[in-house]
């Protein structure tokens, strides 16, 4: 039978007995909402793990002052039900009093390109609030395996040079986005959509697949394949595009004239009110 914790004590004398027994932990964080995206991840660390804990935490820290902190999606019964059918053993669900209880705390923040690109350019504080509140559940938890999805590919960066820097040690397991049938990647803010712009949407997936394409094909040049998938993105009038953009990984550093190594080709776009992201990886195999 799945617990659901509330409190940090709780938690910690469940992660002590756990400990006690030799029991491997699986440590999947989220902020609810959960859908196909989570459960796969919540699967993996229930098969790769003793024991899976899954957090469910609407992190007030990651959001700025006029982005969707109070109307995010809040769905606990309906998590802790999808959560228990992937394996899981606890549903973490603390309240922001208990994550952070006094106004004067400590950040843990990760400097350098990899938070100012992208994301980081238009959400300037989303990373330091993302690294903070995920080094208190790994403090917590003590998993030996943490997952997370390749859909938030810069946090998944941002968080391997975390764990990297402060010697957690853990290992970090990225499972590939899941897609609906018609190739929108799963997102906890597609429940946001028109019918209408959810159908827009989908020009985001194309564009990937297509620039994945020219790609195989021997495009190299980076200018191009920017453009690419720029022009194909404007062909949706519904589209407003925050960025396009490709990075060299691991360290979201600017890519030569000609790509070679590993890149991300990332892109966020609003639809309406909504913002997606998605993304590929354009690698030599
Ligand atoms: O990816 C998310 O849902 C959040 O950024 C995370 C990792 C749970 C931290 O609040």
Not at 37 to 47: N, Q, R, V, Y
Not at 144 to 154: C, P
Not at 200 to 220: K, P
Request: aromatic share 6%; net charge negative.
């Amino acid at each position: 039978m799945m617990k659901v914790i509330k409190t940090i004590t709780a938690l910690q004398e469940e992660i002590k007995a756990y400990k006690q027994a030799n029991k491997t932990i699986g440590l999947v964080t989220t902020m609810g909402a959960l859908h196909e995206g989570h459960a796969s991840l919540i699967k993996a660390a229930s098969e790769e793990n003793d024991v899976a804990v899954v957090s469910v935490f609407v992190n007030p820290t990651q959001f700025g002052p006029t982005e969707d902190l109070d109307s995010y999606p809040r769905t606990l019964d309906a998590d802790c039900r999808l959560a228990e059918g992937m394996g899981a053993d606890v549903v973490f669900a603390p309240t922001p009093q208990e994550m952070y209880p006094s106004a004067d705390m400590t950040w843990v923040e990760v400097t350098g390109n990899i938070t100012k690109v992208l994301c980081g350019a238009t959400r300037p504080i989303h990373f330091r609030g993302v690294a903070t509140v995920v080094a208190k559940f790994f403090n917590l938890v003590q998993p030996d395996k943490a997952y997370f999805g390749q859909k938030d590919a810069q946090q998944v960066q941002v968080l391997q040079r975390m764990v990297r820097d402060l010697f957690f040690p853990l290992e970090l397991r990225v499972m590939p986005i899941i897609r609906e049938a018609d190739g929108l990647a799963k997102s906890s803010r597609n429940t946001y959509l028109s019918a209408a712009e959810r159908q827009s949407a989908l020009i985001l997936s194309q564009s990937l697949r297509a620039v994945q394409d020219s790609f195989a094909q021997g495009e190299r040049t980076t200018a191009k394949l920017l453009e690419q998938v720029t022009n194909q993105i404007k062909t949706e009038p519904m589209a407003v595009i925050d960025y396009v953009s490709l990075y060299q990984l691991p360290d979201l550093t600017e890519c030569p004239v000609q790509l070679s190594g590993r890149s991300l080709l990332a892109v966020a776009v609003k639809f309406g009110n909504t913002r997606l992201i998605d993304n590929v990886i354009l690698e030599d195999k």
